[in-house]
């Protein structure tokens, strides 16, 4: 495995780039060297311009086997200097080989550090998405993560607020109802106690009535008395009669009346002493009023 580095990434691709140029490089004095061998005086196989092979065409004697011309005479070309010249281009050639079989050789070099740099390259790019994606990925499943927990949790807090107005407004009922049911309380208990209060008074006025009627017959009246009640409203009595003949004094019957009622609320006074009624009475000339006749 490589260290995955900035530096070692760039001088990979500095090398490249070099063996690249030198792979030029070597390619062109290779067409160079080619181009050379074949515009020699050597005996030729294909054409030099277009590369076709030159066996199968019939040539002249003495004539030029690529452009067909007459070779030069004897007489004009030294035997010397045709014999050094072809030592020079054998030596050229030889030369030119040697060059080309080095030239190979570091071509070849080239090329197999170019695949390793390749190899390298790939290696050091995946090892980069490896990372990337380790160091990445966990993050976006992260984010992920986050953004549908931040729905849920909206989604919660919307269920909330509206189960939190729910619960507000049956807080609400819940109160009124408590408030109507104390309202019904204090009005039971009222209305118990103006009830107690009401029969207390009717027993009272009740008692206050049987007291009156009992003094008003004791008096003894020229009349019948058919009912002497005192009024629960005005608290005033009223007595009826069943006797047909008219009293002939109303004013004493009238005082006979008043006085029964009158003795009848001092005595409910003594009785009672809770109840304000007057308690001093006073009974003045009563014969003026009743007079001395029995049937007064």
């Not at 070849?108 to 190899?119: I, K, P, T, W």
């Not at 992260?142 to 607020?161: E, F, G, P």
């Not at 629960?232 to 009293?247: A, E, H, I, N």
């Not at 009238?254 to 003594?270: D, H, Q, T």
Request: charged share 25%; aromatic share 6%; with cysteine.
């Amino acid at each position: 495995m490589f260290a995955l580095t900035n530096s070692a990434l760039m001088e990979l691709r500095l090398a490249k780039n070099l063996l690249d140029e030198q792979l030029k490089k070597k390619k062109a004095e290779y067409a160079n060297v080619t181009q050379f061998l074949q515009a020699s005086d050597f005996d030729f196989v294909v054409c030099p311009r277009c590369m076709q092979r030159l066996e199968n065409r019939p040539v002249p004697a003495d004539h030029c086997v690529v452009c067909l011309q007459p070779d030069p005479r004897d007489a004009d070309v030294d035997p010397d200097v045709v014999q050094q010249t072809r030592r020079a281009l054998e030596e050229q050639l030889q030369d030119a080989s040697a060059v080309q079989d080095a030239d190979m050789q570091v071509l070849q070099r080239a090329q197999e550090a170019a695949e390793q740099a390749e190899f390298r390259a790939t290696t050091l790019r995946r090892q980069l998405d490896a990372l990337t994606r380790n160091t990445v990925a966990p993050r976006f499943e992260a984010i992920a993560q986050s953004s549908a927990r931040v729905a849920t949790l909206k989604a919660t807090i919307d269920a909330v607020a509206q189960l939190r107005d729910f619960w507000t407004r049956a807080r609400s009922i819940n109160q009124t109802v408590r408030d109507i049911a104390a309202e019904r309380k204090e009005l039971t208990a009222a209305f118990k106690a103006r009830t107690a209060d009401l029969q207390s008074r009717q027993t009272l006025v009740a008692e206050l009535c049987t007291s009156f009627r009992t003094i008003l017959e004791d008096f003894q009246p020229p009349w019948e008395v058919e009912s002497a009640v005192v009024d629960p409203d005005s608290y005033l009595p009223v007595v009826t009669t069943r006797s047909s003949r008219k009293s002939r004094r109303p004013a004493a019957a009238s005082a006979c009346v008043n006085l029964a009622y009158s003795l009848a609320l001092f005595e409910f006074g003594l009785t009672h002493p809770d109840v304000l009624v007057p308690s001093f009475l006073i009974i003045d000339s009563p014969r003026r009023v009743f007079g001395n006749n029995p049937e007064g």
